[in-house]
């Protein structure tokens, strides 16, 4: 697969490894954050981690539009689903996250709710068509590389007139996600070091590199924006190693083969012209932040799912032992979660980031188990 | 030739009923008109409730799987070929000969005969060409709704000869040398590819296969294989979990060595999914003495279903049994079981 | 949010949709958010979308880039 192969190159990673040795200074330390859930996935995938030097430390974010859900969002969405005649279609990494006591969109499916699996919003708008009888809800979630999927359909829906379709949108900003790191209480007392940050890579095909620039220069960080092929993660933190040693603090782009400054500007009309800014919603983890979410625009209010059926929101608390908000934050990682491994596994998650492909505890369980001392492979 | 039945069977129109199921005259046609006359063997032709037959001398083995796969009809197989290959299968694991099946079916109301007949033409041609014949069997219908279309149990007998010593999933040892039979993951893309919502296209078809006679070649030049397993159901990486769990064990295997092919990798890629978690249908995995690997690997390769047999790795002492995959980059990570359904993701 | 990947576009149909191919697996995906893209170019395929094409230029740079690393301190960054 040209353009995928080649950048999963194992002579070329070991040299670039070799470089990183040879670059990171031994009387530092480099604290990044990968923003971006499928970073934490590709740098376990490839074994990346080991391959760092001692000094390097990754530090995972909360790129993750599954980890980041409130369980009272998932809650309104499994109602939706139980509504009669309403066809729920949700991606494929929804459908084990716990909601309270357990529940879950799988759950609601055995006990008779119409929930289907799409690959992505088009085939949930398709769905619609073909079923005209019945009420096709497209649970769409995702941060800004996802969200002008969901414009397009909502604006072909209207174009069509096909008023069986609608939207329950959980679209988040990227930015939002950053000011809420930088801007914490632990990151403001010091309890949190991020050094530098590894952008979104597919994120930024969409919003461009041009938003990171206010987090380089107001909170003197430099930030790669980052492919997601092992070698480009591998470039992007030696990028990053780079500008800690030299002093700078700017964006750079490892991404270039697809990633602009400016971004997609045809894409981004299109969110503009659909959604709007929420002036506050709540984010698992980080709190109610304020403009960081997106909901339908007025003009389509026949197409958005909030509005079709008032289903209300009850916000939830995590469970008292899931320490998904502090990792989504930086605070800890998750083999510091007292649950993680035990209680809290794959099977049996207790928290979405252990369901979450993208999410730091799955990560983390499949493939870091190796580098700790508390392995268990028991079933 | 006139039929003995007063009516004939619309196979073009007609469906399942409950009067299929009842024991009935109606019962008696489907059975003569489809499945004696589609299976064609003298046990199954005296019509007995129980089929007769010598035991051979030696160690028998017993299996029984049963088939819901969704949808029924998937590129390269269906339920019925599905069914019989793979009991002939968990047969063969034990290093085994299959001598005969039994095949049980659980009918919907509603389920159109032309298809019935379909998967059970497909089931006597899978049973004919691995030459394991269908001698007894059983129907039911259940009321509409209350099933998937149709659900079939197949039950397989075979004999172990006496040379070989029967594998088992407790007999890898460090030093062992893992091998596969071939590409893995396709039956699990095939299948993916028929589901909705996921349209891909792809020239990918599900490997459903009876390996009976490979198995065979193998035991003759290796009497002695510790582990024979199929990965069906969760993939390569749950049948080398439940081996390492068996056995005691841990497992390196060495990423750059397993055979997939390009569209598997591509459509794993698309779709957020490991090549490893997805299921195969006609492959399988030895584990030997490390002594006897190469002739072993030889005698797959010999072997039209084992042409791409590969050795993947070693056996290896560890008290996690963790399987590790050292991947193409020389990192080490741990290949778990999946979790859940093979689900596609957008992170 | 994260998984897309460059796909090659075979054909191109008159709904803004095109045939992609990616290792030899065919898929229609949609256009609607790039415009310019042709026959053979590569796009980034995310859920059914292409976000943006890619830029074969930009991808032999950093190849080259990423080739250079252990031999000496890199090319332009």
Redesign the interface.
């Known amino acids: ?4 192969e ?2 999963r ?1 194992g002579d ?1 990673a ?3 490894a ?2 990183m040795a040879r670059e990171a200074r031994t009387d530092r330390r480099y604290r990044l954050m990968e923003f ?4 934490t ?1 590709s740098l376990w995938r490839y074994g990346i981690v080991q391959m760092l030097p001692p000094e390097v430390e990754m530090i995972h974010g909360p ?3 599954v980890c980041v859900l409130p369980i009272g969002r998932l809650e309104q969405a499994i109602a939706l689903a139980h509504v009669s005649g309403v066809m729920l279609c949700t ?1 494929g990494d929804l459908v084990r996250v716990p909601a309270r006591d357990r529940r879950s969109l799988l759950k609601a499916k055995a006990a008779g709710a119409d929930i289907r699996i799409v ?5 949930a708008l398709r769905l619609a068509k073909d079923n005209p009888g019945r009420e096709v809800v497209f649970f769409a979630i ?2 800004e ?2 969200t ?2 969901t414009a ?1 359909v909502v604006k072909q829906a209207a174009e069509q007139g096909l008023r069986n379709f609608s939207v329950f949108s959980n679209h988040v900003l990227t930015p939002s996600a950053i000011d809420a790191i930088l801007g914490s209480p632990e990151a403001r007392e010091g309890r949190i070091q991020v050094d530098g940050f590894v952008g ?4 930024s ?2 919003i461009g590199t041009a938003p990171y620039e206010r987090f380089a220069r107001e909170h003197r960080k430099p930030v790669v924006v980052s ?2 092929e092992p ?2 993660l591998m ?1 992007s933190i ?2 990053l190693v780079r500008q800690l040693n030299e002093g700078r603090h700017e964006v ?1 782009n ?1 991404y ?5 400054r400016e971004g ?1 500007a ?2 981004m009309a ?1 969110v503009d012209e659909v959604l709007e800014l929420r002036p506050s919603f709540e984010w698992r983890g980080l709190g109610t932040l304020p403009d960081s979410a997106l909901r339908l625009r007025e003009k389509y209010a026949a197409w958005d799912a909030e509005r079709k059926w008032d289903i209300p929101y009850t916000p939830v608390a995590d469970h008292k032992a899931c320490a998904c908000g502090e990792i989504l934050r930086g605070l800890k990682k998750p083999t510091d979660c007292k649950i993680f491994g035990t209680a809290c596994t794959p099977e049996s998650p207790v928290g979405s980031c252990m369901v979450s492909p ?1 999410g730091s505890c799955a990560a983390y369980y499949a493939y870091g188990r190796l580098a700790k001392k508390r392995p268990t492979n028991d079933l | 030739m006139a039929s003995k039945w007063s009516r004939r069977l619309d196979w073009a129109e007609g469906r399942v009923d409950m009067t299929h199921g009842s024991g009935g005259r109606a019962m008696a046609q489907l059975i003569d008109e489809l499945f004696v006359a589609a299976f064609d063997n003298l046990l199954l032709a005296k019509k007995n409730d129980q089929a007769l037959f010598e035991v051979p001398a030696g160690r028998m083995v017993l299996t029984t799987d049963a088939y819901v796969v969704s949808p029924i009809f998937f590129p390269g197989g269906d339920i019925g070929s599905l069914a019989v290959h793979g009991t002939i299968n968990d047969v063969a694991m034990a290093g085994a000969r299959p001598l005969y099946l039994s095949a049980s079916f659980i009918l919907e109301e509603g389920f159109p005969l032309d298809d019935l007949r379909r998967v059970v033409e497909s089931m006597a041609r899978a049973s004919r060409e691995a030459g394991v014949p269908v001698v007894t069997g059983d129907t039911k219908v259940v009321e509409r709704g209350k099933g998937d279309g149709v659900f079939i149990t197949t039950t397989g007998v075979g004999v172990v000869p006496p040379p070989v010593v029967a594998p088992s999933g407790d007999r890898a040892r460090p030093g062992d040398v893992v091998m596969v039979s071939g590409t893995i993951g396709d039956h699990g893309v095939a299948i993916l590819s028929s589901r909705e919502g996921l ?6 078809e599900s490997d459903s296969a009876p390996l009976h006679r490979l198995v065979a070649r193998m035991v003759e030049v290796v009497p002695d294989i510790h582990v024979l397993r199929d990965p069906t159901r969760g993939g390569l990486s749950a049948t080398l979990n439940e081996i390492a769990q068996q056995s005691g064990v841990g497992m390196v295997i060495e990423e750059r060595a397993l055979p997939v092919r ?2 598997v ?3 794993c ?2 779709l ?1 999914l490991d090549p490893l978690h997805l299921a195969n249908e006609g492959k399988l995995v030895a584990i030997t003495d490390r002594r006897h690997a190469q002739k072993l690997l030889d005698a797959m390769r010999a072997d039209p279903l084992g042409a791409q047999a590969a050795i993947i790795g070693e056996v290896i002492d560890d008290e996690n049994r963790f399987v590790q995959i050292e991947t193409t980059f020389g990192g080490r990570r741990i290949l778990d079981w999946l979790v859940g359904e093979a689900l596609p ?3 | ?6 796909a ?1 576009v075979v054909s191109l149909h008159a709904d803004g949709t095109a045939t992609v191919s ?7 995906i ?1 256009l ?4 310019g893209v042709g026959e053979g170019d ?1 796009v ?6 292409a ?2 094409r ?3 230029v ?2 032999e ?3 080259a ?3 250079d ?3 000496s301190r ?1 090319a332009d ?1």
Do not use: W
């Not at chain 3, 609607?32 to 415009?35: G, I, K, Q, S």
């Open positions: 697969m040209k353009y995928i080649e950048f190159d070329v070991r040299s670039l070799a470089e971006c859930g499928g970073h996935h790129g993750c539009p991606f690959y992505g919003s088009a085939d995702g941060f590389t996802t002008p999927a397009v979104p890579g597919h994120v095909t969409i492919g997601f070698l480009d470039q030696l990028m750079e490892e270039t083969r697809a990633v602009v997609n045809r894409a299109l993208e | 349209a891909f296209e792809t020239s990918i390009g569209q990798t591509a459509a890629e698309l957020g993701r957008i992170c | 949010m994260c998984l897309a990947l460059p090659q990616l290792g030899g697996l065919r898929k229609v949609s609607a958010l790039v415009d590569y980034v395929v995310h859920t059914g979308f976000l943006s890619l830029d074969p930009e991808a740079k950093t190849l880039l990423l080739r690393a252990g031999s890199g960054r």
